[in-house]
């Protein structure tokens, strides 16, 4: 079955950076788009950014210039590299694919912008 794992999350000062990344098995990695959504408390999850099997990235505004996603198909992995950080980028991160009309997520991990 498809699994996803993030990692990388934490606790970081407005202005920092943190490197998010994906580990995914049970898919054709290479053939699938790849998403990071988020979700802040009391709020809709939302796409962060996503990117295809070829590596064409797409950004939600709030995030572009700032955020970058990458991938190795080698590896099965999708990354998230996040600087510039906000306090409005707090919340969960989730890793995201949709595989045969479904759509799956890993359990997230946390992030949190305060000084």
């Known amino acids: 079955q498809v699994h996803l794992v993030e990692s990388g999350g934490g606790l970081v000062q407005p202005g920092g950076s943190l490197r998010l990344s994906c580990s995914a098995s049970?898919?054709?990695?290479?053939?699938?788009?790849m998403n990071w959504d988020r979700q802040a408390t009391e709020k809709q999850r939302e796409v962060v950014a996503n990117i295809t099997g070829g590596g064409t990235a797409n950004y939600a505004d709030s995030v572009k210039g700032r955020f970058t996603i990458s991938r190795e198909n080698v590896w099965n992995r999708v990354f998230l590299q996040m600087n510039s950080l906000k306090p409005e980028d707090t919340g969960a991160y989730y890793c995201?694919?949709?595989?045969?009309?479904?759509?799956?997520w890993g359990r997230g991990t946390r992030v949190t912008v305060d000084s």
């Open positions: 049970g898919i054709n990695f290479r053939l699938y788009t």
């Open positions: 995201a694919v949709r595989f045969r009309g479904s759509a799956f």
